[in-house]
């Protein structure tokens, strides 16, 4: 087995130097619901997203059922070993086919009206259908989703069924080759584990985009890191994080000395209460991020995958409203490892987590009170930030600009079909009663 050996990070630039000329997206694109509605067709209908990876998927038939942003899916390990992902909407009434989170068939039955379809989506029994004129299993297959995997077996899905939608060897570019610095088969999956927070995933992805802040916020992750080495190098539709890290042992509190009312062994590496005003006492302690310096990228729009030497985890950021996100994170840990050291690292990691997800709550509340407008950020530091940040705004921009041409609302995860005339018609419509008729046609105006 090969050895896991990332980068090292790049020479560092001067950072006394910049010229502040650059400045956050304004507050009303993290409240707005109108703003996150049209996110939701201009920048995650057209995206990759990381789903999940290949080494959960043991044998043929076994699936993992997802939602984001209302799109219920699911990927599931083809006969031919293949990972393929299907909407999970059966073609006769929409009813879902998979109804758990996880399970394990070759055969995927609807239990509205036995409608059943095999791993490669394709209808393989419509009870009594058998003898109606004109009906056609091959027309009624899983509305399928464009999965890649990558070299490493990650799984990733894109939802547009535009023309024009991008492939995962542009939209990434060079990724692959960065992952390959990582030996992802010399690891097995741990756990999971997600939390719900009260703000918007722009807000989590500000501070994922910047370590200016772990000096101030993570003591943990401080000790553990040179943050002076710290760098976010923009690549595409990715950023590759460097940073070295400390000597093999740093200096932590003793666990003894932990005030029980702020620590709980979930949290291992959090901050701890002086009691009495007596030193504190500092043990040696192995570094709990590893050996070695990480492999982190991330990857737009939300999206992470995070390698240290005793374990990697991967962070799906799951938008729910404009003022609510989910974070998903799976973790995977090096094959034989010490369950002390799957303890350590997990405390650790979920330590940072939860710093970051009250930076988040606290900031969004504020952003909400019509007081903030936008900030000026660090040319150096926040480079990560105004990067992902633009990348927002040029995707925003450019759907704004098809929709105003079109007339009307373009949705680039719509499967389109060949729908008869009448529904056509119908659809049509709908669409005028709705005020979304094409620019020139006629719509209710009372």
């Known amino acids: 087995m090969s050895v896991a050996t990332p980068a090292p990070p790049p020479p560092l630039e001067n950072t006394a130097t910049g010229v502040i000329g650059e400045y956050t997206l304004p507050a009303s694109w993290w409240t707005s619901d109108k703003v996150f509605e049209f996110e939701k067709r201009s920048i995650f209908a057209r995206s990759w997203l990381y ?34 992902a299907f909407h999970n909407v059966c073609r006769h009434r929409a009813y879902p086919v998979i109804r758990k989170e996880r399970g394990s068939s070759i055969i995927l039955g609807c239990k509205y009206h036995g409608w059943s379809y095999g791993t490669d989506g394709k209808l393989r029994k419509a009870p009594q259908f058998d003898n109606v ?37 542009t939209f990434f570019k060079g990724l692959e080759t960065e992952l390959s610095e990582f030996d992802f088969g010399d690891y097995e999956y741990h756990m999971s584990y997600e939390l719900d927070g009260k703000f918007n995933w722009k807000t989590l992805m500000d501070g994922y985009q910047e370590c ?19 760098k976010v190098v923009p690549k595409g539709n990715y950023c590759r994080h460097y940073c070295r890290i400390a000597e093999h042992e740093i200096a932590v509190q003793d666990a003894k000395e932990a005030d029980p009312d702020t620590e709980s062994s979930w949290f291992g590496f959090g901050r701890k209460k002086q009691q009495n005003s007596e030193p504190v ?11 070695f310096d990480g492999l982190w990228c991330y990857l737009f729009p939300t999206n992470g995958i995070n390698c240290y030497s005793p374990a990697w985890y991967s962070i799906r950021v799951l938008p729910i409203t404009a003022n609510r996100t989910i974070l998903q994170y799976d973790i995977f840990t090096k094959k034989g490892i010490e369950e002390e050291k799957k303890k350590e690292f997990v405390d650790f990691l979920q330590q940072v987590e939860i710093e970051d997800y009250d930076l988040c709550v606290l900031t969004q509340k504020n952003l909400r009170e019509g007081i903030y407008s936008s900030g000026c950020l660090h040319p150096t530091k926040e480079r990560g930030v105004l990067h992902y940040q633009g990348l927002v ?27 008869p005339k009448e529904v056509q018609e119908l659809e049509a419509l709908c669409a005028k009663i709705e005020g979304k008729g094409e620019a020139g046609k006629e719509c209710l105006e009372w």
């Open 393 to 419: 705004r040029d995707m925003v921009k450019k759907h704004f600009e098809a929709e105003q041409k079109a007339g009307k609302e373009i949705n680039p995860a719509t499967v389109g079909g060949a729908e």
């Open 281 to 291: 006492k500092v043990v040696k302690k192995e570094n709990p991020g590893g050996s």
């Open 51 to 84: 789903t999940s990876h290949t080494s959960r998927f043991q044998k043929a038939g076994d699936y993992f059922a997802y939602n984001f942003l209302g799109w219920n899916f699911f990927l599931i390990k083809s006969t031919n070993g293949n990972i393929k």
């Open 212 to 230: 200016y802040h772990c000096p101030t916020a993570h003591p943990g992750l401080n000790a553990a890191f040179k943050m002076e080495t710290y």
């Open 133 to 169: 004129q004109g009906f056609n299993r091959e027309d009624n297959s899983l509305f399928e989703i464009k999965t890649h995997v990558t070299k490493q077996g990650l799984i990733f899905v894109n939802f547009d069924n535009t023309e024009d939608s991008v492939p995962f060897e």
